[in-house]
């Protein structure tokens, strides 16, 4: 008779048993969540101040190299005069009577800018068309990593072949007395620009959602019709933003401008002559003047107006990414 009452207790005892271990595994489950949770958030905490105190490091070393070139062109403002600078069309800095004037390297700036812009934008808007919309998969990542490592690329390489291949082939086929000009200089940069215009802008055609091209397939377009009637509107911002950080890129380059554009210090008036830029000025003569001189500051003087140039232009761009990026978000 008691078989049966101490087999139902030993059953009693296994459930409330099992029930015990169940109740003692959730607990020791849940301690270990709450303990992986306060890892994380004690992770996340400190990659977030991390992150914020490079991100204040960046913002103060612009702002450190803002207030050095301003400080080292004080002497400069102060003895020739910014507009004197700005305005100026000579170029003497050893000279008895010297003069600063900046425009030959302005307008030498502006002709190498415009020839590498009417060099990379067509061919660079154009293949990131290409990779973006019609080429395969496999094909697009070899070439983008071949775009990827012409970045790498030093600029001074491309200087040495535009001088061996470029350099005799103008002299020979254009009207003009030497091959060092600035329209020599303005192609080879282009071909420098080319991996940031190519790059960015394919990201920007990428981002357009899939939705549009499907609605223009379903209207009857064929795939170059989606392209340049739908694709390449909707990302305008973006390929703009590309040519305006290929525009930064192009201001900013000194070596092969210091190797192909003849530095003449005169105002050109065509690509076709000899240029000076602002970059081949600085790059140029900074070796031999003498510290603490007139001349010392007003390169810095120079070297803050390409400064204020450059900051501009790929701030403009940034401003112009962030609206596309904010107007697919929606």
């Known amino acids: 008779m008691n078989k049966p009452a101490n087999q139902k207790k030993n059953k009693t005892v296994r459930f409330q048993t099992g029930i015990q271990e169940s109740r003692r595994a959730v607990s020791n489950s849940l301690i270990e969540k709450i303990a992986r949770f306060r890892n ?21 070393v612009l702002i450190g190299i803002a207030g050095f070139l301003i400080h080292s062109s004080i002497r400069a403002f102060d003895e020739v005069g910014i507009w004197s600078m700005i305005a100026g069309t000579d170029w003497f800095p050893t000279s008895s009577d010297a003069r600063f004037g900046f425009l030959p390297a302005q307008v030498g700036s502006v002709w190498v800018t415009i020839v590498a812009l009417a060099a990379c934008v067509p061919i660079g808007v154009f293949s990131a068309v290409y990779l973006s919309e019609f080429a395969s998969s496999k094909f697009r990542e070899t ?30 086929y254009l009207p003009v007395d030497s091959g060092l000009i600035g329209l020599t200089a303005g192609l080879v940069v282009g071909i420098v620009c080319l991996p940031t215009v190519i790059s960015i802008s394919e990201d920007a055609l990428r981002s357009v959602p899939n939705e549009l091209r499907h609605g223009s397939f379903a209207l009857g377009n064929t795939r170059w019709q989606t392209a340049y009637k739908v694709v390449l509107p909707a990302a305008s911002s973006g390929v703009f933003a590309a040519i305006m950080l290929g525009m930064g890129r192009a201001i900013g380059e000194t070596m092969v401008v210091l190797m192909l554009a003849g530095n003449a210090g005169i105002i050109p008036t065509s690509p076709f002559e000899a240029a000076r830029t602002m970059t081949g000025t600085i ?48």
């Open 143 to 172: 070439a983008k990593a071949v775009i990827e490592f012409m970045v790498t690329i030093p600029s001074v390489v491309f200087g040495l072949i535009g001088l061996a291949v470029l350099v005799p082939l103008i002299r020979t």
């Open 283 to 330: 790059a140029q003569e900074t070796g031999e003047v003498v510290r603490g001189s007139v001349h010392f500051s007003v390169l810095f003087a120079l070297g803050l107006v390409l400064f204020v140039a450059t900051f501009i232009i790929n701030l403009t761009a940034d401003m112009i990414l962030e609206r596309s990026r904010k107007k697919w978000r929606r």
């Open 40 to 60: 994380t958030r004690a992770l996340d905490s400190v990659a977030t101040v991390v992150i914020t105190m490079l991100g204040w490091t960046a913002i103060f």
